[in-house]
């Protein structure tokens, strides 16, 4: 594929602009050591985001024991029309496809993955099987169809993940957008950016609560966390082409885990929803750090960098950052870049 420089993906994702203040600037500080327990990892995300967490989950399957996705479609959607992944792929069949016919589908994405493993190219398809899974869709979802978000669930049907291993949740009145119980977010029709919407109850906590069915303390409300939440450096890990990621993520750190062993979720933003264009809410006003301070549950926000390429500032699930298929391999610089910050939690403080 030729990389589409300038184009923006406001051609398949309609967003509006969204302008906001800068995060705070707190000193950056290189990503902790917290021997933190790699067998209890779990990724989620929203749109772009939700596309990442699934090609995360499926080329690093080893690792991963849960996925949330929310208003996304399956591993490799990009590819699941037509031989070639680009840009005209992912409107034709991962957004708002003309027919059922032209969208993506689970059964192509679990084919396509069958192939790269075949290869070599990911993780062995067998550790899907044990991973809990999580779909949320909306059903006035005008930017990415139900009919799509459920090809999720379909791809891990055939994977061999256990019915009680996956919940979707379909909401009738959601469009498209990250669920909350916040009454000074949009609508929860409301299907427009900055895509934080109120539907009455907080997603972040209800996709945790499946993907780490152990945790069983009651959230804490965001004023009362009592943990840190650090902005790191990110570009120790993203190489020196830094492939489309920005120079810093964040990390939050329950108090309680930095004696170690605590589980990690990496939780992912959608497009038009990294700390460059929405400051802080995102990563401090969704839920997941009231949820994870009193369960021991370490909580990573990756971010990308807005350019000319990326206007939208959207995770590559369809090539821009690699220029072919690789992009949904383990030779994905975005995904190594996530991989090493795993690495670097699961290292015990010297």
């Known amino acids: 594929m030729k990389r589409m420089a300038g184009l923006s993906i406001l051609c398949c994702f309609p967003f509006l602009g969204v302008m906001a203040q ?7 500080v290189p990503l902790p050591a917290l021997g933190a327990d790699m ?9 772009a985001g939700g596309f990442m967490a699934g090609q995360l989950a499926t080329a690093f399957s080893r690792h991963f024991r849960g996925i949330g996705v929310i208003g996304a479609g399956p591993y490799f959607c990009a590819g699941t029309y037509s031989a070639r992944s680009t840009l005209e792929n992912v409107v034709t069949a991962c957004t708002a496809p003309a027919s ?7 059964d192509i994405a679990w084919q396509k993955a069958r ?5 070599g190219q990911i993780d062995p398809l067998a550790h899907l099987r044990r991973q809990r899974v999580y779909v949320f869709s909306g059903a006035g979802d005008r930017v990415v169809a139900p009919a799509v978000s459920a ?21 009738l009145r959601a469009g498209h957008g990250f669920a909350t119980d916040n009454p000074d977010d949009l609508p929860c029709d409301a299907g427009k950016a900055p895509f934080f919407i109120n539907c009455g109850f907080n997603g972040a906590h209800e996709l945790l609560r499946h993907l780490h069915p152990g945790m069983r303390r009651a959230p804490v409300a965001t004023g009362a966390v009592t943990g840190k939440l650090l902005r790191v450096d990110q570009a120790a890990f993203a190489g020196a082409a830094q492939a489309g ?3 810093t993520a964040y990390l939050f750190v329950p108090k309680a885990c930095t004696g170690g062993k605590c589980a990690v979720h990496v939780a992912l933003h959608g497009c038009q929803q990294a700390a460059s264009q929405v400051a ?5 006003h969704l839920g997941y750090n009231g949820f994870a301070d009193p369960n021991r549950l370490i909580v990573l926000y990756p971010q990308v960098r807005v350019s000319r390429e990326n206007p939208q500032g959207c995770w590559d699930f369809w090539g821009y950052s690699t220029g072919d298929t690789s992009f949904a391999t383990r030779a994905a610089p975005q995904m190594r870049a996530i991989m090493a910050m795993l690495d670097r939690l699961e290292q015990r403080r010297k």
């Open 100 to 106: 059922p016919a032209l969208g993506a589908g689970g």
């Open 280 to 284: 802080g809410r995102f990563y401090q």
């Open 22 to 28: 800068p995060p705070g600037q707190q000193a950056v």
């Open 115 to 119: 192939e790269f493993a075949a290869a």
């Open 151 to 171: 090809q999720v669930a379909r791809f891990y049907r055939l994977a061999g993940a256990a019915p009680a291993q996956i919940q979707h949740a379909r909401h």
């Open 39 to 47: 067998k209890r990892v779990t990724v989620s995300g929203i749109d």
């Open 245 to 247: 990621m920005d120079a």
